[in-house]
Each structure stands twice: as C-alpha cells, then as structure tokens.
T-cell receptor
Framework: DAKTTQPTSMDCAEGRAANLPCNHS???????VYWYRQIHSQGPQYIIH???NNETNEMASLIITEDRKSSTLILPHATLRDTAVYYC?????????????FGAGTRLFVKA | DTEVTQTPKHLVMGMTNKKSLKCEQH?????MYWYKQKAKKPPELMFV???????INESVPSRFSPECPNSSLLNLHLHALQPEDSALYLC?????????????FGPGTRLLVL
C-alpha cells in the first residue's frame, strides 16, 4: 500500500504562499493523491485531488512531480484561517479503495 | 451544496445510557461513512454504507451499531460505551464508493462518556 510522509508542522506568514510537501514514493500508476484539511474541532474539508497532472481550484494548486513520487499543495495567499492540519492521502484500488486512510498530516501555522 | 449535517454537536453520556448520533446529506450520495477521531489523532474509519447496505465494518465493537434508514440518513446507535470511546465522531458521504469519489465530511459530534 502506498504510504505518505509529511512534515509534522510548518509555519507560513500571512499573505505568503504556503507550500506543503508530501512524499508518496511507493504510489502506483492508478492511485490518486488527495488533500484534505482539518481546522481545529471541525470535520475534514476536501481541498483537491489529482492523478498525474497539476490541478488548480479556487482553494489551492496541486503540483505532482513527473515520477509521481511526491507532490506539493500550494495555498497561494495564506490567511490566518488556513491554520489547520493538512492531510495528504493516496487512494486507489490497492490502497483501501474508497477508504480515506488518514496519516498524521502537517500542522500548518499561519502567522500574522 | 456539499453539506453533511450531524446532530447533536456535543453529547455527554453515562456508561449505561443509550444514545444515537445522526447524520444527513441531501446531495444524492449513495455511500455514507462513520469515522472516529481521538484527540490529536487522525480520523479512523468505522463503517461504510453503500446503497443503504453495510459494506464495511472495521472490527468495531458491538456497542456501536450503525443504521442507514434511507439514502440520506445515517445513524450511529451507542450503548454501554466506555470512557475510552470519548472522541469526535465524523460522518462523511460520497457519490459512490469508487476510489475517485470525493468524500465530504460533516462537522462531527463530540462525545464524552462519563
């Protein structure tokens, strides 16, 4: 099963881009990379997902390396409300399938 | 609209009580999930319902009993819980159960067992 590795915590200045890395070196060709975040005491919030191409939506951008062994979630202009735990999750038929298996995540602190 | 609602927001119960958690979605999703999250830990899957039938039980103790009365509702019945069952209980839903289906989570019910 593909596992993910993320830094335990990161800081970011308000207004700057937050770049959150994720390593998934054992990812298989048909496994997707998903990102969720969880603001304190709330339910996880879906952010974005991708297979091999870079993806962008109104919340963030997802950059996946060509070999797919790592990815970076980019919050282009971080605000204090982006302080949360960010989870990078690999999902595919051999990685729990429709299960969303959360790792420890990265705790992002956005500072004024 | 990607809203999943959960009631109650908070629940305190004794070890001999029976209570129920409720979850509702009106997105037409056919898969619904219960997760449990202990403090400072990531969420862990408990149950999965697909088309109103239980498809996964992650070896959850029988004091937790899920129920899916219809495609929009999911309940979790609690009986004879232990203090270590105190946690945030999260409900989620997705269109289907394929691995490309995005799961949307509710705000959770914070449970305290005394």
């Amino acid at each position: 099963d593909a596992k993910t590795t993320q830094p335990t915590s990161m800081d970011c200045a308000e207004g700057r881009a937050a770049n959150l890395p994720c390593n998934h070196s054992t990812i298989s060709g048909n496994e997707y990379v998903y990102w969720y975040r969880q603001i304190h005491s709330q339910g996880p919030q879906y952010i974005i997902h991708g297979l091999k191409n870079n993806e962008t939506n109104e919340m963030a951008s997802l950059i996946i390396t060509e070999d797919r062994k790592s990815s970076t979630l980019i919050l282009p202009h971080a605000t204090l409300r982006d302080t949360a735990v960010y989870y990078c999750i690999v999902r595919g038929p051999n990685t729990g399938g429709f299960k969303t298996i959360f790792g420890a995540g990265t705790r992002l602190f956005v500072k004024a | 609209d990607t809203e999943v609602t959960q009631t109650p927001k908070h629940l305190v119960m004794g070890m001999t009580n029976k209570k129920s958690l409720k979850c509702e979605q009106h997105m037409g999703h056919r898969a619904m999930y219960w997760y449990k999250q202990k403090a400072k830990k990531p969420p862990e899957l408990m149950f999965v319902y697909s088309y109103e039938k239980l498809s996964i039980n992650e070896s959850v103790p029988s004091r937790f009993s899920p129920e899916c009365p219809n495609s929009s509702l999911l309940n979790l019945h609690l009986h004879a819980l232990q203090p270590e069952d105190s946690a945030l209980y999260l409900c989620a839903s997705s269109q289907g159960t394929g691995f490309t289906e995005t799961q949307y989570f509710g705000p959770g019910t914070r449970l305290l067992v005394l």
